[in-house]
DNA sequence: ATGGATGCAAATGATTTGCAAAAGG
DNA sequence: CCTTTTGCAAATCATTTGCATCCAT
C-alpha cells in the first residue's frame, strides 16, 4: 500500500507464500482462501467456517481460527472489528478498499463513509513522515443526517 | 463535536447529567468520575477500579464496569480500543484531542498519528454530509519511519 | 518417516448478569 | 419506603490452546 490499492492476491500467489514460509497446503486451507477469494465482503470466522462445512469442508472452527490467523501474518487476509461493539472480527482476502464506517448513535444504522477522504489524508500523512501504511480502519460514531435533523428540531423544545 | 472538541465536563454538569436522567449519586459513581476527571489518559477498567481501591473506594470491577457503560451513554466518559489486538476497551473523561495510533509491524511500537489531518478530514466530511460526528477513533498498522527504511535497504538483496 | 496440522474439548480473559442485600431520594 | 445500585459469583462468548492423532511432503 506505498500509494495505490494493494492487489487481490491469485491462488498461485498465495500458496506459493504458504510454500515459501514452510507452511503446508492442506485441504483445509485451500478450501478456506478459496473460500475467501469467492466471498470478497468481510466475514466473521463463524460464517466462514459455516461456508466451509457447505462446501465439503472437512475442518473445525479452530482450524478456520488458526489458518485466518496464519494468512493474516502473510498478509492474503485482512482483519477488523467493523462494528462498534467489536465483538467479534472480521475477515476478508486482502486488496479491496478500505472501508469506515459511522454508526449513527440515534437510530444504529451504519453509515459508509466515503473512504477517498480518510484514505487520502492518511496516504499523504504517511508519505510525508516515510512511513509504511498497511492497514487504516477507522470507527465513527454520531448521528446521521436523519438523525441530525430531527435533533436540530428538537432543540428548539429545550429541557433544562 | 459540531466543528469544535468538546470540553471536559466539570463536577457540577456531571452531577446534573446523572440526576436529570434519573440516576443516583452515589459514592461510587462520584468516585470514579472524580478519578477519571484527574486521571485524563485512557485507562482500562481494571486499572480504573484498583485506582478506585486506593483512593478509599469501596467497589467492585462491575460495578466499575456498570458505571462506565453508564458514564458513556451520557456522553461523559469515551471508550476506545486503543490496542490494535483489541483485547480490552480504554475509558477516559470526554473532552480530550482524539488520537490515533500506528502500530508498527515490524517493532511494535505505537506511533502516534498526527490527528489535525485525520479529523480535519472526518469533520469536513461530516460537515458536507450533514453528519454530527461524536466520535473519531482509527487503527493503523504498517512500518515506522526505521522499519521502512530498514525494509527497503533489504529490497536490494531479493528473496524469491 | 516425521514435523507440521487438525479436531476435539477444555481453558482463557474481558465483560456481563442474576440475585439478594444495601442505600439513595 | 421503595426503587435503584451494589457486590459477589456464576455466566457469556469470541478466541486460544493442549494433546493425541493425522497427513502433507
Redesign the pocket.
Known sequence: MSDRIPTVPTPEEAEALL?NA????????LLLLDLLRTHKTFL???QIYELALKHEG??????V??????FVELGLVEARYLDPEH???YYRITGGLEYHYLTCRGCGKMVPVDPEIIQEAALSWAREHGITLLTAHACYTGYCPECTRRREKNRSSRSS
Chains 1, 2 share one sequence.
Open positions: 510454500r514452510g507452511h503446508r497446503l492442506t485441504p483445509q486451507r466473521d470466522a463463524e472437512d475442518t473445525s472452527l479452530a482450524t481460527y488458526r489458518s485466518l490467523q496464519l465483538k467479534r472480527e
